[in-house]
């Protein structure tokens, strides 16, 4: 078992991802978290292009929030700092509200982390950690790969030293297009530098960070060649620590409102992509996790990233795997990559004002490259060909009109998905099989009887106002169905039925009388206590008579057969019940 909730044995509320210390594996785990810092730094200021801050605000995300992740969520191997999905759907949904880049901005950034820490924390208090799989993973693929595409697109500008004239990704690739002739020849050599490094070293081994490389060699190259002559670069990057407190911005219940469709966005894909992470790698390593417990840390994590002045942050898959395939089996790796930034930000930030914005593109650029998943997508083609269709239709979406709308789509397709998959339930009806002395299933079309006067329809899900039609349709069908001998007794088995709701009830009172007023008794086998207890409350049971609920279909087949000539007609019938 690879998850825990509520209830399941006493556990901290803190320290969970790092409790209990292995300490033959602690040596293991600060290894994986200087492979972490080597190959995380570098990505971490890359996204500050994405969301538009400053590129220290970057490595800000590595200090506090991951920290306090690693001490309050339950995940031993989820990452958490900054993130290229969380920050497209920041910087498109904050366009035209400020200026890329400045103080304003930056302070909207931090005040939508905190936003979207209120929602974690609240879902975690109504327990709403199963939301998580409600974003299907076919619209996950095509968010995710609409989001690459965009940012891709967004990038190119960066690579060939264009300017940057918006956030729509096609508007800019016809400008880039339109200045082809205005490339910078600089930023074409260090691009393609740092896009050879970085993947030379990726075919060489995983475990090079080709990233961190990269940004060294072209801080050198860049101080040696006074490159900042030649090509934008970042100029003076600030050291030390962050400054603690509240975004300097209007506390205002209209800009609140405007940033909440924002913060709910990313609450959505930070719930989603980090569950999913967080379930993946406890089942991998035979791990316990907590989603709810995650959420908190999550929570934590973002009010950390809001109060330190930088932006939001979310679980990353592919830090996760970076520390996983270092060797970290536990937070301990977070905690010393967060550590090691911290020397970073006190000693080492004066050479970073060499570093040219091309080196970042490059990064972003890759980076986004590896969110399109054309291996998914093409799983999907193949595989579920309708689904497919849904897929491209978000990355669509996102790419043409925005990444806020695209995860608004997203959600509504998941759960159009869902209604459209179970509220109509695949319903059979149980007979007997005479080759094997059991039972078996038909399709409703194909009635048969299981025993004299008696006949089980199976209802597959539970039943409310969607679906209450199906059921009394099919039942009535079933009745109207020609049967020798007559039909006496219409038994659902009810093992599926997790929940009825109001309509639902109305319609077995409605159903339960018709079948009364033709003489067949409507019977319930496998209900659950639950479900009793609704049937109860709603008066189905006193509506449908005594005896109405049973505890197996035995009961009820037997009940019939004992009856009078019931016997010899369910033997002649070959529908015996099983031994």
Known sequence: MTETREGSGFRLPILQGILPIDRAGVRRDIIAGFTLAALSIPGTMGYTKIIGTPVITGLYTILIPMSLFALFGSSRHLSVNADSATAAVVAAGLAGMAVQGSSEWLALCSLIALMAAAFMFLARVMRLGFLADFLSRTVLTGFLTGVGVQVSLLEVSGLLGLSRIGNHPLAQIVHDLKSVGETNPYAVAVSLAVLAIIVGGRRISPKIPGGLIAVLAAIVVSWALSLDTHLETLGAVPSGLPTLGLPQVDWSWPLLWKLMPIALACFVVILSQSAATSRAYAARFSDRFDENVDMVGLGMANVGAGLSGTFIVNGSPTNTEMVASGGGRSQISQLTTSVIVLLVLLFLTGPL??????????????????MIDVKGMTRIFVEARAEFWVALLTAATVVVVGVEQGIVLAMVLSLLDHVRRGYRGNNSVIVADKRRKGWQMVPVSTPRQIASGVLVYRFSHSLYYANAAQFAEEVLFLVKARAQPPLACLCVEAAAIGDVDFSAAAMLRDTGQALREQGIRMVFAHLSMDVRAQFERHGITESLGEHAIYGSIHAVVAEYE??????????????????
């Open 353 to 370: 004002a060499h570093l040219p914005t091309a080196v970042l593109s490059a990064i972003v650029f890759l980076v986004a490259l590896k």
């Open 562 to 579: 004992a009856q009078p000539g019931k016997g010899e007609a369910a033997a002649a019938n070959g529908s015996a019940a099983p031994a």
